[in-house]
């Protein structure tokens, strides 16, 4: 196998999510997203030091993992640069940043809570558990999923900067409280932060709330209405079960829509 064939082949894999080895690079990967993210959460909490050495250790290794599929993703990637700008690859470079530079290098502490951002690119239609056919259920999902990671990243920000000087935020379930509450705007004020980071964050979070989570809603609710005005059509070729009542063809694939397809 000449060395073009192996980068093509594991080009392939890192995003293959069909064949069985596709699949389990992909849930393997996905898993350690959660664990990582489950080890942070459980750190903020009072454990046995051993306990707390040994999650340590398998973090370690998981974001050794990670920088090497990062390394893999820059290999077999056609244009390199282009690559290295994108999204998904400024996500995965702040998640393994204080692995690279050093754990316990200060702030960089930080950029391990985006970490459960690397879900995103499991989330785009195609996804480890088949395709999502229907657009409504591919709308819900980046929505619910835009805002557990809202409060999960924004309640480890917040957690990181203040633990230290504020015992209000002795745990993720305290940061947690405090980020639900401000991105809401319900402002319940039992709960503040006392550094200036802490309140950058904090004014980043109510702005947040002000408009992404509308935003957010309001995708939601076009959803909704324009739902009522469809019936299940199912497409011969792609699957697709919703379409408008009066829709002739497929609006994913141009597939002709047979009336013999239409649910009755």
């Avoid at 064939?5 to 080895?21: G, S």
């Avoid at 250790?57 to 998981?62: G, L």
């Avoid at 239609?125 to 557990?148: N, P």
């Avoid at 109510?206 to 609710?221: F, K």
Wanted: glycine share 6%; with cysteine; net charge neutral.
């Amino acid at each position: 196998m000449t060395m073009m064939q192996l980068r093509e082949k594991v080009a392939f894999y890192l995003e293959d999510i069909e064949t069985p080895l596709g699949r389990a690079v992909t849930l393997f990967i996905t898993a350690l997203v959660l664990v990582s993210s489950g080890i942070f959460v459980a750190q903020t909490y009072s454990i046995p030091s051993e306990i707390r050495e040994a999650l340590s250790e398998i973090e370690n290794i998981i974001l050794a993992i990670f920088v090497i599929e990062y390394g893999l993703r820059i290999w077999c990637a056609e244009k390199k640069l282009e690559f290295i700008f994108s999204l998904y690859s400024i996500i995965d470079l702040l998640s393994i940043a204080p692995f690279l530079i050093g754990a316990n290098a200060g702030y960089l502490r930080l950029f391990r809570w985006f970490r459960i951002l690397r879900l995103i690119r499991f989330i785009q239609g195609k996804t480890i558990f088949g395709y999502v056919s229907s657009e409504d259920s591919a709308i819900y999902t980046r929505i619910l999923f835009t805002v557990f990671s809202i409060i999960f990243v924004y309640s480890g920000l917040i957690y990181q900067v203040e633990h230290t000087l504020n015992p209000q935020f002795s745990t993720f379930l305290n940061a947690v409280y405090f980020s639900v509450s401000t991105i809401s705007t319900a402002g319940l004020g039992d709960i503040t932060p006392v550094s200036q980071t802490g309140r950058l964050l904090t004014i980043s979070m109510i702005l947040t709330g002000l408009i992404l989570v509308p935003w957010q809603l309001g995708e939601l609710i076009k959803r909704l209405v324009k739902t009522t005005n469809q019936i299940e059509t199912v497409c011969s070729k792609c699957g697709l079960a919703s379409h408008d009542s009066d829709a002739n063809f497929c609006k994913k694939c141009g597939t002709q829509l047979q009336h013999s397809q239409r649910a009755e």
